[in-house]
Structures are given as C-alpha cells and as structure tokens.
C-alpha cells in the first residue's frame, strides 16, 4: 500500500486492516480480477503497515528526544536540532557529519549547498529525496561549523545508532571521514576508506548492515574535479548495484 494511504489511515484512526482490504479490492477492481497476489498478500501487507507505523512512531520518539538534548554545550547554542529526515522504509540511509548554518535554521538535515549537491547526487541514482533517509553523526551545528569534538561525538551518536536500527536499511552511505571514521570505529582516511562495502553492526546476532564510505558533497563542493565527482559516481554505482537498482 503507497505511503500516502498509511499516514492517512493512521490520521483519521480507521482500521489499518480494513484500508488495505479496500486498496486490495480496488486494485483488483481496476485489473479486472487479475492481479498477482498470494494467498497471505493482506497478512503480508498489514505486518508490513504495523512494522512502518512502529518505524515512524520510533523515529518520531528519537527527534523528541534530539529536540529536547543538551547532553552536551551544542544543546544549547542550537537553533533548531537536526535529528534527520525521510522513508521510514528507506533502503539507503545517508549519513552526514553535522548540520551547518541553513541547517540549524530550518531543523532539517543537508538543505544548504552541500545539500542541493546531495540532492544532485541522489537524483542522479535516479531516486527521490523521500525514499532516502538522511541524517547526521551529530544533531546539532557546531559553532562556526568547527569540527566535531569527541565528546559531543559520543553523546550524540546512540540517537544515530538507534535510527539506524529502526530503519534497518541495506546500504548505509557514509558521507565525509568523520561519518565513515566514526560508524566504522576507524583511523583510516576517506581516501582508504571509500569505494568498497564495509560491514556496520547494529548488535550481536543480527547481520551487519552494507556501508559505503564516499566523499562528503561539500568536499567535492571544495575540490570540485571531474576525478572526484566520479569517484563518487562510482561508489554510489557500486550501492545502486548491490541493491539490484537500474544503474542509469
Ligand atoms: N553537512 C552535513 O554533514 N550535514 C548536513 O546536514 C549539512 C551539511
């Protein structure tokens, strides 16, 4: 069932049960009684309603949260905290370093030129902004967009942990070498890092999720070469080809 009809079903309330009845009906109302579903179709799509509404509700629970943080000083420099943005059933999880200053204005992650180049980079995988989720190492602007502290690092972190979780996406890309160094617990450069899969763990026991380490965009913003605009290129080539998406 689109998105669109879950939220609106949880809006007004209505039995979730019954809406997907009604969208199966319709379906095979308009294919004239032909459409290919299973036996266990509406078992199988109100498990995967009621799993999206506890990812939502989760990710909603963890922005609270952020909203409310001064674990550590930036708690109380901020504007607005960041706590990310997108699909609930996202298949790729982006992640940033920190927000910046159009970022502390609006609460939203990668709105500003990095973000507009982020946005370039996703269309060209030929996917929408909503599909994605976006988020950040830490949730709230560092002064004058100094780098990260460790401290900060560590306080912040479990927010990003926990949306990684819920989400349980299929690629994690990690955007710039705070982002990879930090998910990847590694002293690697970027450089290093970048253009192979590494394996990022949520927990014992549970398979570890895909992570590509790339160049963050306003690196490349900085070093604007053809070089490095196709090494990037080639590493979201490599996330589009492990999640079996056409490579445009
Ligand atoms: N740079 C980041 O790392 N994150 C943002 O949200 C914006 C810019």
Redesign the pocket.
């Known amino acids: 069932m689109e998105l669109s009809l879950q939220f609106a079903a949880m809006a007004k309330d209505v039995n979730i049960n019954k809406v997907v009845r009604q969208h199966i009906e319709m379906n095979e109302f308009f294919a004239g009684g032909f459409v290919p579903i299973g036996p266990n179709a509406m078992q199988e799509q109100t498990e995967a309603n009621e799993h999206t509404r506890d990812v939502i509700n989760g990710l909603a629970a963890i922005a609270d949260e952020v909203r409310q943080c001064h674990k550590c000083g930036l708690g109380s420099l901020r504007t607005n905290a960041?706590p990310g943005e997108g699909s609930p059933n996202a298949r790729i999880f982006f992640v940033?370093?920190?927000?910046?200053a159009?970022?502390d204005a609006t609460g939203?992650?990668?709105?500003?030129r990095?973000?507009k180049f982020l946005d370039k980079i996703i269309a060209a995988m030929r996917l929408k902004r909503s599909e994605v989720y976006?988020g950040?190492?830490i949730k709230c602007r560092p002064p004058g967009n100094r780098d990260p502290r460790p401290d900060e690092i560590i306080n912040c972190l479990p927010y990003l942990q926990r949306q990684i979780e819920l989400i349980n996406p299929e690629v994690i890309v990690a955007?710039?070498a705070?982002?990879a160094k930090t998910l990847l617990n590694s002293t690697k450069s970027i450089g290093q890092l970048r253009g192979q899969f590494h394996e990022y763990y949520t927990g014992i026991g549970r398979p570890p999720i895909k992570l590509m380490a790339t160049y963050?965009?306003?690196y490349l913003l900085r070093n604007y070469s053809k070089e490095n605009r196709q090494k990037v290129w080639e590493d979201m080539k490599k996330v589009l080809s492990e999640l079996g998406l056409p490579i445009p």
């Open positions: 960041v940033g370093e920190g927000p910046g159009d970022e939203r992650p990668f709105v500003g990095a973000g976006i950040n190492i955007m710039g705070p982002a963050h965009p306003a």
